[in-house]
């Protein structure tokens, strides 16, 4: 038994594997395999020298391929500069609306457009009664303009609409030459005036009549629409029983207010004031 246990004790060292995991030696059985592979190693050949020599480092080219769209569109191409989103499609029977591109605000801002003369507020004659007039004649002197009408007359509304909303017109009587006094020729309640007090008369048994301050401005000619020319006296000019339009009574306006009246005829002074106006 001892002499078994001596031979296996000298046989197990022979093939027993390193611990740290190095090859074992070649076998001395085949040392023509050894020494060839020896010298393919010291004496390469051609194709070995190549293998062994390391190739040159080539520049990495990187290709980003653009991710395929999920609407199932062709892949856009590596030299498009920017990925597009893709468009939703509109749904059937949806209006399109259109793209609204932001205008440019200029430089320079242009100058907001003046009113033309027909866009201009309309002036409006300041009519007063005869009591404000005369009370405002006691401190200010000034000649009064006085327009006598009906409500029956015709051509009283049409001076009212047109004569009297004139620009020109209204603006010299709201100036400082007159006091504009609106009368009608049928009211019914006594006016003192210049130290007189004066009344309604009545024709007939109905009730339409006349006011005696307007018979005595009028000289008893009751037509209508008249206008009266009153000085600073409170003494009549004269008045001018017609219908006047906005150029015509303009210039009589200025012919009594400027006292053109003492020293020029009307006709003279008509047609010079018509020339200076064009």
Not at 9 to 30: D, F, H
Not at 120 to 127: F, G, S
Not at 224 to 244: A, C, G, K, N
Request: net charge positive.
């Amino acid at each position: 038994m001892l002499c078994v246990f001596a031979l296996l004790a000298t046989m197990l060292p022979a093939q027993t594997t390193p611990r740290n995991g190095a090859q074992a030696a070649p076998s001395s059985r085949n040392p023509a395999s050894n020494t060839t592979k020896t010298r393919t190693a010291l004496n390469p050949t051609t194709s070995s020298r190549t293998s062994l020599q390391p190739a040159p480092a080539k520049p990495r080219t990187v290709t980003t391929t653009p991710a395929r769209p999920e609407s199932g569109t062709e892949n856009a191409t590596a030299t498009s500069r920017t990925a597009q989103p893709a468009k939703p499609a509109p749904a059937a029977g949806a209006k399109t609306v259109p793209t609204i591109t932001p205008k440019t605000v200029p430089a320079t801002m242009p100058e907001p457009q003046r009113l033309k003369q027909e866009e201009k507020p309309a002036v409006r004659v300041q009519w007063l009664s005869v009591e404000e007039a005369l009370e405002k004649s006691k401190t200010d002197k000034r000649k009064i303009f006085i327009y006598v009408y009906t409500e029956w007359c015709g051509y009283c509304k049409l001076m009212d609409e047109s004569t009297f909303t004139d620009p020109a017109v209204a603006e010299y009587l709201n100036g400082d030459n007159y006091y504009a006094v609106k009368f009608n020729a049928e009211q019914q309640e006594d006016i003192v005036f210049n130290n007189r007090t004066y009344h309604f008369r009545r024709n007939g048994s109905g009730g339409y009549g006349y006011h005696e301050l307007a018979a005595e401005w009028l000289n008893n000619s009751l037509k209508f629409p008249t206008v009266v020319f009153l000085d600073e006296s409170l003494e009549v000019i004269q008045p001018i029983s017609s219908y006047l339009k906005g150029p015509k009574l303009e210039a009589i306006l200025h012919y009594y207010g400027t006292n053109s009246h003492k020293t020029t005829p009307w006709e003279t002074y008509e047609r010079r004031f018509n020339g200076n106006q064009r």
